[in-house]
């Protein structure tokens, strides 16, 4: 619609800034084979070539310098080429001559001027009658054409007066007028035809005037037709584009992109996040009842279905390729878990671009990287504690030289086992699968892996290399989560609404809540008047 509208807006603009052109024809004939009672084949085919020849010297050099000349127009000779072209009629003896110009009156002018330096610069012209003769006719032919200037003139300006009449007498007498002039220019023009032929009777090759010029008539499209047709050139050019971009797009779009591409299935689609800082983009903890929350809380609940009969305890987050938001997606799944009143520890294990001390503001300088070469030092000393109490995250540590070599340690699958105890569920964030090799090294450790897929960006071959890496690494792929994917209000305002504000919204009661009241995990509660999410407390066990 905008490649339409562009294209639409230019043609109308260059239509009003292009001036006008418009175009005088004549049609000419070499020979006198129609007035020949017994004309024969030579004398036309010779008449055909003739045509050919004036059809080529009309647009020559003296042909038009002598027009300009007898115009008085003081331009180069090589411009007026330039308005005038010429054909021969295929399988006559007929050419046409045609002057394009801005103004129609003389194109008209011009027109005449060529067929008359034609004619003279012809054959035709040399052998008629003699010097005075020719010079009188000439002069009689410039006298008519004068008088049928003067005459039409005095017609338009009868026009005028008829317009503005205030009687009925004056509109016929003007009328008459009109009728008497009328008259007078059709004789005066068949005169001048007579005179223009008379100049070239008693010769073979002689050059006869069929069509006389006109005042030009408007070429090319209008205004209107131009628009329209540029329009439709550029809704053609941009449904073109479309195709041709969507063809060339390997990016995934869609669940059944993933399960073309990977045969998985995906467990969730995140709308975009907004946020200038990364805190704010912890849309679970800030914006509890958003659409993204509860695309996050669909998650979850899908997780937990993918593993129904043992539940998982150790959970690797990891996407293709880099900026595919796993690491977002890796603390949000870990709240909402968190907040459902499971025990949660958030493991970075992406020490090569660690972003979780970021979205929790966090000490970045105390983590994994800590403990793995100091099995003295306990767990509890490096975990940092969260706004959610079931919530703890172990940040990166500084960042090692060889982060593969860690991860695939001896010591590394120790800390994993020990995490298991502190913990329901332990989420690793690792690095993206086709970037290194981290994210294949801890999958085979761990009880499930989730990919996350960023739609519109990620593309089809790096995640069926991931896939495909994962798989021979021994990973439990559980499926694919849809990151960025496009709203549909239909989609998420039915329940829920960003823009609504959350002392208006009504709780939903959850009858299973009465059934959690004596046990140590209490489900979160929702503060209808504040928005905030608050957790019954429960210390991780010491150890």
């Given at each position: 619609a905008i490649a339409a509208a562009i294209a639409g807006l230019a043609a109308f603009?260059?239509?009003?800034?292009?001036?006008?052109?418009?175009?005088?024809?004549?049609?000419?004939m070499v020979g006198q084979t129609l007035q020949n009672t017994n004309p024969n084949a030579a004398e036309f085919s010779t008449a055909q070539v003739l045509a050919q020849n004036y059809s080529e010297l009309v647009r020559r050099e003296p042909v038009l310098r002598g027009t300009l000349s007898t115009l008085g127009l003081e331009w180069d000779w090589a411009i007026l080429q330039n308005m005038v072209t010429s054909r021969v009629v295929p399988g006559t003896q007929l050419f046409e001559i045609a002057v394009l110009d801005n103004q129609p009156q003389r194109a008209k002018d011009l027109a005449e001027a060529l067929i008359q330096q034609l004619i003279n610069q012809s054959p035709a012209g040399a052998d008629l009658q003699t010097d005075i003769e020719r010079q009188f006719m000439r002069t009689q032919a410039e006298d008519l054409r004068t008088n049928i200037a003067k005459a039409q003139s005095e017609i338009l300006?009868?026009?005028?007066?008829?317009?503005?009449?205030?009687?009925?007498?004056?509109?016929?007498?003007?009328?008459?007028?009109?009728?008497?002039?009328?008259?007078?220019?059709?004789?005066?023009?068949?005169?001048?035809?007579?005179?223009?032929?008379?100049?070239?009777?008693?010769?073979?090759?002689?050059?006869?005037?069929?069509?006389?010029?006109?005042?030009?008539?408007?070429v090319g499209t209008g205004t209107t037709t131009t628009v329209l047709i540029a329009t439709a050139i550029g809704v053609?050019?941009?449904?073109?584009?479309?195709?041709?971009?969507?063809?060339?797009?390997?990016?995934?779009?869609?669940?059944?992109?993933?399960?073309?591409?990977?045969?998985?299935?995906?467990?969730?689609?995140?709308?975009?996040?907004?946020?200038?800082k990364y805190p704010d983009k912890l849309i679970t903890l800030r914006q509890p009842r958003s659409p993204a929350a509860e695309a996050y809380r669909m998650v979850r609940t899908n997780v937990r279905?993918?593993?129904?009969?043992?539940?998982?305890?150790?959970?690797?987050?990891?996407?293709?390729?880099?900026?595919?938001?796993?690491?977002?997606?890796?603390?949000?799944?870990?709240?909402?878990?968190?907040?459902?009143?499971?025990?949660?520890?958030?493991?970075?294990?992406?020490?090569?671009?660690?972003?979780?001390?970021?979205?929790?503001?966090?000490?970045?300088?105390?983590?994994?990287?800590?403990?793995l070469p100091n099995p003295a030092i306990h767990v509890s000393d490096i975990w940092q504690d969260t706004p959610i109490e079931n919530l703890k995250v172990i940040a990166s540590g500084p960042l090692p030289p060889n982060p593969a070599d860690m991860l695939g340690s001896k010591r590394m699958g120790q800390l994993i086992e020990e995490l298991k105890t502190k913990a329901e569920i332990v989420i690793f964030d690792t690095p993206p699968v086709t970037a290194v090799a981290d994210a294949g090294i801890l999958a085979g450790r761990l009880e499930g892996a989730l990919l996350i897929v960023r739609c519109n960006q990620t593309r089809?071959?790096?995640?069926?290399?991931?896939?495909?890496?994962?798989?021979?690494?021994?990973?439990?792929?559980?499926?694919?989560?849809?990151?960025?994917l496009p709203r549909r209000e239909k989609d998420y305002g039915y329940y829920y609404g960003e823009d609504e504000e959350p002392q208006r919204r009504r709780p939903f009661p959850n009858p299973l809540n009465r059934l959690r009241g004596q046990s140590k995990r209490a489900a979160p509660?929702?503060?209808?008047a504040t928005g905030q999410v608050t957790v019954q407390k429960e210390q991780h066990p010491s150890g």
């Amino acid at each position: 619609a905008i490649a339409a509208a562009i294209a639409g807006l230019a043609a109308f603009l260059g239509s009003l800034t292009t001036p006008r052109q418009y175009q005088s024809r004549a049609t000419l004939m070499v020979g006198q084979t129609l007035q020949n009672t017994n004309p024969n084949a030579a004398e036309f085919s010779t008449a055909q070539v003739l045509a050919q020849n004036y059809s080529e010297l009309v647009r020559r050099e003296p042909v038009l310098r002598g027009t300009l000349s007898t115009l008085g127009l003081e331009w180069d000779w090589a411009i007026l080429q330039n308005m005038v072209t010429s054909r021969v009629v295929p399988g006559t003896q007929l050419f046409e001559i045609a002057v394009l110009d801005n103004q129609p009156q003389r194109a008209k002018d011009l027109a005449e001027a060529l067929i008359q330096q034609l004619i003279n610069q012809s054959p035709a012209g040399a052998d008629l009658q003699t010097d005075i003769e020719r010079q009188f006719m000439r002069t009689q032919a410039e006298d008519l054409r004068t008088n049928i200037a003067k005459a039409q003139s005095e017609i338009l300006e009868l026009d005028n007066i008829i317009a503005g009449a205030t009687s009925a007498r004056q509109i016929q007498e003007a009328r008459a007028r009109q009728d008497s002039l009328r008259t007078q220019v059709s004789d005066w023009r068949d005169t001048y035809v007579d005179i223009q032929n008379a100049l070239l009777q008693g010769s073979t090759n002689f050059i006869s005037i069929v069509e006389q010029p006109q005042p030009g008539t408007p070429v090319g499209t209008g205004t209107t037709t131009t628009v329209l047709i540029a329009t439709a050139i550029g809704v053609m050019l941009a449904i073109g584009a479309a195709f041709l971009l969507e063809y060339l797009d390997d990016t995934v779009k869609s669940a059944d992109d993933v399960r073309q591409i990977t045969q998985l299935v995906t467990l969730g689609g995140v709308p975009n996040i907004s946020g200038e800082k990364y805190p704010d983009k912890l849309i679970t903890l800030r914006q509890p009842r958003s659409p993204a929350a509860e695309a996050y809380r669909m998650v979850r609940t899908n997780v937990r279905f993918s593993a129904i009969d043992s539940p998982l305890r150790t959970l690797l987050i990891t996407s293709p390729s880099p900026e595919e938001g796993k690491s977002l997606s890796a603390a949000n799944l870990a709240v909402v878990l968190a907040q459902s009143g499971q025990r949660v520890i958030l493991v970075d294990a992406d020490l090569r671009r660690p972003m979780q001390h970021r979205i929790f503001e966090l000490n970045a300088q105390v983590g994994l990287t800590t403990i793995l070469p100091n099995p003295a030092i306990h767990v509890s000393d490096i975990w940092q504690d969260t706004p959610i109490e079931n919530l703890k995250v172990i940040a990166s540590g500084p960042l090692p030289p060889n982060p593969a070599d860690m991860l695939g340690s001896k010591r590394m699958g120790q800390l994993i086992e020990e995490l298991k105890t502190k913990a329901e569920i332990v989420i690793f964030d690792t690095p993206p699968v086709t970037a290194v090799a981290d994210a294949g090294i801890l999958a085979g450790r761990l009880e499930g892996a989730l990919l996350i897929v960023r739609c519109n960006q990620t593309r089809r071959m790096p995640l069926q290399q991931s896939k495909e890496t994962l798989s021979a690494a021994g990973a439990n792929l559980l499926g694919v989560v849809l990151n960025q994917l496009p709203r549909r209000e239909k989609d998420y305002g039915y329940y829920y609404g960003e823009d609504e504000e959350p002392q208006r919204r009504r709780p939903f009661p959850n009858p299973l809540n009465r059934l959690r009241g004596q046990s140590k995990r209490a489900a979160p509660r929702e503060h209808v008047a504040t928005g905030q999410v608050t957790v019954q407390k429960e210390q991780h066990p010491s150890g």
